[in-house]
């Protein structure tokens, strides 16, 4: 699949993060497709969209990140979510995971790490 291809839906309650994400993912040559500002909205976007890939931020008001991730494998048990973190070694991050995340993207965002974990989420490896 060419990475334009690839389609990527984008949530975090930050608008700044969102910006910044999304700038990195298109210079790299992905498709943004959407944005959300919360785990609700991440659902009804998900649902209309249906992209290949879903960045989700843990700490958001209203439905959190692992909440929301939880929902979205029940709506799609094939969905791809990468949870956005500040921190490596936290149990939210692990409980992202154990709802069924498939990886953690480190904040502040590296263009590098962006690429090759949406690569690693897309075939598996």
């Known amino acids: ?9 984008i949530v975090d309650d930050e608008i700044f993060f969102r910006q910044v994400l999304r700038a990195v993912l298109e210079k790299i040559g992905f498709t943004v497709v959407g944005e959300a ?48 973190s500040a921190s490596d070694f936290d149990c939210d991050t692990q409980a992202a995971l154990d709802a069924g995340a498939k990886g953690i993207l480190m904040k502040p965002f590296v263009p590098k790490e962006i690429y090759e974990s949406v690569r690693k989420v897309l075939t598996g490896t």
């Not at 699949?1 to 839906?9: E, G, P, Q, S």
């Not at 890939?53 to 959190?64: A, S």
């Not at 929301?68 to 979510?81: C, E, G, N, Q, Y």
């Open 1 to 9: 699949m060419a990475l334009k291809d690839v389609r990527i839906l």
């Open 37 to 84: 500002g919360d785990g609700a909205e991440a659902l009804e976007r998900y649902r209309a969209l249906r992209p290949h890939i879903v960045i989700m931020d843990i700490y958001m008001p209203d439905k959190n990140g692992i909440d929301a991730t939880k929902d979205l494998l029940a709506l799609d048990p094939s969905a791809r979510v990468l949870v956005a």
